[in-house]
């Protein structure tokens, strides 16, 4: 009978330990899912040959195997049946291979009754939840780009948001971590549950723990109140971790445990008190270069990193630009209630060349300030501000000129501003401070010169 065919769910339980397969059976019956049990591979194998499961409860360790084997083989053949291991108590070490083999989740033995059925109904939801990855593709997404880079993330995203496996997203600052995060949980089967974003970096380390466990009234000074944290705001949704490498050793530790108990205890609390979260997590740090520094535990790295997912900087897909260009002027022209502007061939052109160390949100901030400064309804190269003094993006082996690239002391914002405020300068000298003749030098309105001098502290 396939699964259309049937009024309610269909799980396998594989299992050597018969007490084991009767706990499992109990539990799942009172939550109405019917059972099929298996003793070991052999007959696990033959149980999927004859009919469709919905679900396939799988230990790890069998007579004639090892149940990783047998997730590889589902993971390939019944795609559409998710498995969750039963592994020893405190086998990280195995459960992380499990989720790397294609595993839906983990349950660690002895069973807790509460996390496996929590367990049971994420991976039923997933019928329901979200579209295959054929679908996603055909679907609009906020991924923009027609690049081979991007259909193959977009394609990633898909068949990740139908696991819980923890998936760590590294890439350039700026090349759209959180949407790829977001995008996972949207098509996955918590997306009607909190999707919870924390960047780590920006959380003092005095109250990182409480911000993320949550705290009780009077646990310390100017804790006035109870507060749940974010584990607990995300349960049965998605905690996205962004900045995860600068958290501190101490509270890495913490965090581990948090993920492998899937329980927190609130500062000031006497007990713990379980939480369901999947976890994400994103650094534009070489987070194996942490590890190998001591400024990152490995045993954390290993629990996070168990799906990398790695973003495209904007400079490897040039091609992507005209489209993303075009995405962008639309979202601002309607923020701005205005028509949108059309971009001429040239400003295109360099958009192109340019290398981008700021990525899609780099280009999002040159896009907003020429729509603002334009004249007329379309966007001329000089209407990119310091992009059309800048070092364009050339071979990778080309070597950049001096001053066109942002210095140690200083972020993305303040680079362009220096550029921008020595190229104003520029002009303004060779007109003699004439600020009518420096306009016409560089190709640009008085109001926008103007508008730029104030801006920069340079109008008087």
């Known amino acids: 009978m396939n699964r259309s065919q049937r009024k309610r769910p269909l799980a396998l339980i594989v299992d050597d330990e018969a007490d084991i397969r009767e706990l499992l059976e109990i539990t799942l019956l009172r939550m109405e899912v019917d059972t099929a049990c298996a003793a070991d591979l052999a007959e696990a194998r033959e149980a999927l040959a004859r009919q469709s499961f919905d679900l396939c409860l799988l230990d790890m360790r069998l007579p004639d195997g090892d149940g990783i084997e047998l997730v590889r083989e589902i993971s390939k053949r019944y795609p559409q049946t998710p498995v969750a291991m039963i592994t020893?108590?405190?086998?990280m070490e195995t459960a992380v291979e499990a989720l790397k083999a294609g595993a839906f989740d983990f349950v660690s033995k002895p069973v807790d009754l509460p996390v496996l059925r929590k367990l049971v109904n994420t991976a039923l939801q997933r019928e329901t939840a979200g579209p295959s990855p054929e679908e996603s593709r055909e679907q609009e997404s906020p991924l923009h780009g027609k690049s081979a880079a991007m259909q193959e993330i977009?394609?990633?995203i898909a068949k990740l948001a139908r696991s819980e496996a923890p998936v760590h997203i590294t890439g350039e600052s700026g090349t759209g971590k959180e949407l790829a995060a977001r995008l996972i949980h949207?098509?996955?089967?918590r997306s009607d549950k909190p999707f919870v974003a924390v960047n780590c970096?920006?959380?003092?380390?005095?109250?990182?723990?409480?911000?993320?466990?949550?705290?009780?009234?009077?646990?310390?000074?100017?804790a006035i109140s109870d507060n749940k944290g974010l584990f607990l705001e995300a349960d049965g949704g998605t905690l996205f971790l962004d900045e995860v490498a600068d958290l501190p050793l101490s509270m890495q530790v913490k965090l581990l445990r948090a993920i492998q108990e899937k329980k927190v205890r609130p500062v000031g609390a006497t007990r713990e008190l379980p939480?369901?979260?999947?976890?994400?997590?994103?650094?534009?740090?070489n987070l194996a270069a942490r590890v190998e520094e001591g400024l990152f535990r490995q045993d954390l790295y290993y629990r996070l990193n168990v799906i990398e997912l790695t973003m495209p900087s904007l400079r490897e897909r040039p091609e992507d630009i005209p489209e993303l260009t075009g995405h962008l002027l639309r979202s601002i022209a309607s923020n701005y209630q205005q028509p949108v502007p059309r971009i001429e061939r040239a400003?295109?052109?360099a958009l192109q060349q340019y290398s981008f160390p700021g990525n899609v949100r780099e280009l999002e901030n040159i896009l907003e300030r020429a729509f603002a400064l334009c004249e007329g309804d379309s966007i001329r190269r000089e209407d990119l501000g310091p992009l059309s003094a800048a070092q364009p993006a050339v071979a990778a082996n080309a070597g950049q000129q001096p001053g066109c690239a942002p210095r140690p002391d200083e972020n993305l914002d303040d680079?362009?501003?220096?550029?921008?405020?020595?190229?104003?300068?520029e002009a303004l000298v060779a007109s003699?401070?004439?600020?009518?003749a420096a306009a016409k030098r560089l190709g640009i309105s008085f109001r926008s010169l103007r508008y730029r001098l104030s801006k920069l502290g340079l109008d008087e």
């Open 88 to 91: 020893a108590h405190g086998s």
């Open 154 to 156: 977009r394609t990633l």
């Open 186 to 189: 949207q098509l996955g089967p």
């Open 201 to 222: 970096g920006a959380i003092p380390h005095e109250l990182m723990e409480s911000e993320l466990f949550g705290h009780r009234k009077g646990s310390f000074t100017g």
């Open 275 to 285: 939480v369901d979260v999947r976890i994400i997590s994103a650094t534009h740090q």
């Open 347 to 349: 400003a295109l052109k």
């Open 415 to 425: 680079f362009l501003a220096r550029i921008e405020r020595d190229v104003l300068e």
């Open 432 to 436: 003699r401070w004439n600020k009518t």
